[in-house]
């Protein structure tokens, strides 16, 4: 009798002693049962939407039962989404006399939102407030920062932006800070400057988690030199799946790992599929000055040229383009498994941040569907909460200790 060859292959790895990472696959229904009895208990945590731009632009209701957008309360009930990192983002071209204004702007229509919606929303500082807002059937939501050039070199800023709910600040984003390069264009400080270090001291000693997505790959090994605490990256995908500067080594992998971070996957089609990434490239000069020609006839006629606007600009190529589906990014995941442990991987969507989200993942609704299909290729139902937020629990719960010891004088 000839043995089915994923039966072969098991037994090969039992023999050779090596650590099976995953188990035999499941047939859709056991995956369906699997992934029903995770979703009831687990704590769903998505640490990188960029919808507050929607909101203080557009004037959008996360409550809209009609949203175009990939984050919404009904959406995120269908999702069964339990927290969300709501993300406070100024453009690097910003006026630096504008910056601050635009960023407490932007904490400012999260907070209303939350004020809105009090019996679906509420605001969450800590781990332990994410569970008690999950055990009380609610949606925790918190703030995270990105790109370093919000601060304006000012410590005390980041003082300021923790005591209004921001737990974790992106070092820099798709331009270098004054103490930090980043992923994109050529390095500048060789990684972290003197002042570099002090911030991410002060945040450990905050309790505000350091998130290394987007930063150059002298700045990460520097900032894991420096923290006394697990870093993450709060929306980073793979380089060995997709060789883009932006995407994360498998040293750098290992290195988080060891740190006790965790890496939280990002869904752009762009960031996860090579075929879709190539395509993609081919059409972004058009769709460049495509915006740009519409935003300069709306500013002729005195309106404003919002996110909606782009959407369909970039939705009109995207038909035309190899979207890649959900499964991909279980790929992405599969891989951090791979090489760092269920331990240290996570989600992070970059929601209402991308143009392009997989196939069957186009919102949070969606997220069942991954589940689906991370049940389906064997994953253990505890290996699933960690996936799905207990490992992000865990880092905030060791930033936290981390900061109060720091507090207390004893050091990390």
């Known amino acids: 009798m000839r043995l089915p060859r994923q039966v072969l292959f098991v037994c090969l790895i039992y023999v050779l002693g090596a ?25 769903l945590i998505d640490t990188h939407a960029d919808t507050p731009q929607m909101m203080l632009d557009e004037g959008y209701d996360l409550a809209d039962p009609d949203s175009p957008f ?19 983002w100024v453009d690097t071209k910003t006026p630096p006399q504008d910056v601050i204004r635009r960023a407490l702007d932007l904490v400012d229509v999260v907070d209303d939102q939350v004020t809105r919606h009090p019996d679906e929303l509420e605001t969450a500082r800590s781990a332990e407030d994410i569970v008690r807002i999950h055990g009380q059937k609610k949606i925790a939501i918190l703030k995270g920062l990105e790109g370093g050039h919000i601060i304006q070199n000012d410590l005390r800023l980041l003082d300021i932006f923790y005591r209004l709910g921001v737990r974790y600040m992106t070092l820099t984003h798709s331009a270098h800070t004054d103490w930090a390069d980043s992923s994109s264009g050529k390095p500048l400080h060789n990684g972290l400057t003197d002042f570099g ?3 991410v001291e002060r945040m450990n000693r905050l309790g505000m988690m350091v998130d290394i997505s987007h930063v150059s790959d002298k700045t990460f090994s520097d900032t894991l030199a420096v923290s006394r605490a ?3 990256a709060s929306h980073s995908s793979c380089r060995a799946l997709l060789n883009i500067p932006r995407n994360m080594s498998d040293e750098m992998i290992r290195a988080l790992a060891k740190n006790g971070g965790v890496m939280q996957v990002n869904f752009y089609s762009a960031f996860i599929d090579e075929d879709y990434a190539a395509a993609r490239r081919k059409v972004s000069g058009q769709i460049a000055a495509e915006v740009a020609a519409a935003r300069k006839e709306y500013a002729k006629v005195g309106k404003r040229f919002g996110w909606t606007e782009e959407m369909r600009i970039g939705k009109a190529y995207e038909a035309k383009l190899p979207v890649p589906g959900f499964e991909r990014l279980a790929d992405h995941i599969d891989h951090v498994v791979k090489v760092a442990g269920v331990d240290h991987v996570g989600l992070g969507s970059d929601f209402d941040g991308i143009d392009s989200a997989p196939r069957g993942m186009e919102d949070v609704s969606k997220l069942p569907n991954l589940v689906r299909e991370l049940a389906r290729r064997g994953y253990s139902e505890e290996d699933l909460e960690k996936i799905l937020g207990g490992n992000l629990l865990r880092v905030m719960r060791r930033v936290e200790e981390v900061a109060r010891r720091m507090q207390a004088g004893k050091g990390g």
Request: no cysteine; charged share 25%.
């Open 19 to 43: 650590p099976l990472l995953f188990p035999a696959e499941r047939t859709q229904a056991e995956a369906e049962k699997v992934a029903q009895a995770v979703l009831k208990r687990a704590i």
């Open 70 to 88: 990939m984050v919404s309360i009904p959406k995120m009930r269908e999702g069964h989404l339990g927290a969300e990192f709501l993300i406070i």
């Open 197 to 199: 270090r002090q911030v």
């Open 230 to 232: 697990p870093v993450i």
